[in-house]
């Protein structure tokens, strides 16, 4: 088996924890809101961390140098995941997975920022084509303005500044460090803002699957699509990750009802195209350099 068969068969199991984490997060929503989504999944998260850091003797690998960044990154992500889990309960789930799919645009656009890296002419280009996928996904009129395509779209940023800040931690710091962190702080915050106004509420044992279910989808999806990308690179790889938007459309309509709306998959389509334009120019700079 090649490598990116290999990478093929991970990405598929990251497809299938993304689309499971957003049908979990819509079967608790009734019950908790998204603070103590965050906050449960962050502590099942803690053992399962620990645990696995455990067995695979890794869990020297956890620092304290870098608390700092740590933070940043975590209270971005953080941001992300509950503005990401209030849209999932407010528009249709292909519009979410749409949305989300420009978050590697906002990372091109804030990484000359951040880390200070150059901001090509066809990163700006790559930015533009998925600023015009939005407005084709959104549609935004001064009437039709929603939310939840506000919360989907915002939702994004905060994953590009966690991969930004992630991908500055990964210099200095092993997975499971950066995992740990991932967990513990975002426990606390999730901790500090579900019982900021003194009433968290206990998930019943019916979402208590679900909870689970949330916590461990979102570790599993993150550790598949870091392999895949280790086995493959990023352009045979991210063609596999747009099965994501067909196949959550097709769940929203057979669970949900929810209509298949054409041109969110023509935006969501020339989203990609922008993010595909900016890695297929990477890999050749990459190339012409060696």
């Known amino acids: 088996m090649n490598d990116t068969l290999k990478a093929a068969i991970w990405m ?3 497809i299938l924890s993304f689309t499971s984490m957003a049908i979990a997060g819509r079967a608790v929503s009734l019950e908790l809101d998204t603070f103590e989504i965050m906050m449960y999944r962050s502590f099942i998260g803690i053992v399962l961390v620990v645990g696995v850091a455990t067995m695979a003797g890794t869990l020297r690998e956890i620092t304290s140098r870098n608390l700092g960044l740590h933070l940043i990154r975590n209270i971005s992500h953080f941001a992300g995941q509950n503005l ?3 849209a999932i309960t ?3 789930l292909a519009q979410v997975f749409a949305l989300e799919f420009t978050s ?3 990372a091109i656009l804030l990484s000359p920022l951040l880390l200070g890296e150059r901001l090509r002419p066809i990163g700006l280009l790559a930015a533009l084509i998925g600023f015009i996928g939005i407005l084709i996904v959104a549609r935004p009129t001064p009437q039709s303005v929603d939310i939840g395509q506000i919360a989907a779209a915002t939702a994004a940023i905060g994953f590009a500044l966690s991969a930004i800040f992630t991908r500055k931690l990964t210099r200095t710091e092993s997975i499971t460090c950066i995992l ?3 967990a513990v702080m975002q426990a606390g915050l999730g901790l500090l803002f579900a019982g900021f106004d003194g009433d968290i509420a206990l998930p019943s044992w019916e979402s ?3 909870i689970i279910l949330i916590s461990c989808a979102g570790l599993v999806a993150h550790f598949c699509l870091t392999t895949a ?3 493959a690179p990023a352009a045979a790889v991210m063609p596999i990750d747009f099965i994501r938007l067909p196949l959550i459309a097709v769940v929203g309509m057979t669970l949900y009802g929810e209509p298949l709306d054409i041109w969110v998959l023509v935006g969501a389509t020339i989203i990609f195209a922008g993010n595909y334009l900016n890695i297929l120019s990477q890999i050749r700079s990459t190339t012409a350099t060696r």
């Open 104 to 106: 590697p645009i906002w």
């Open 208 to 210: 208590l699957p679900w």
């Open 90 to 92: 407010a528009i249709p």
């Open 229 to 231: 990308l280790s086995l």
């Open 180 to 182: 740990f962190y991932l």
């Open 84 to 86: 990401w889990f209030f």
């Open 12 to 14: 598929s199991g990251a």
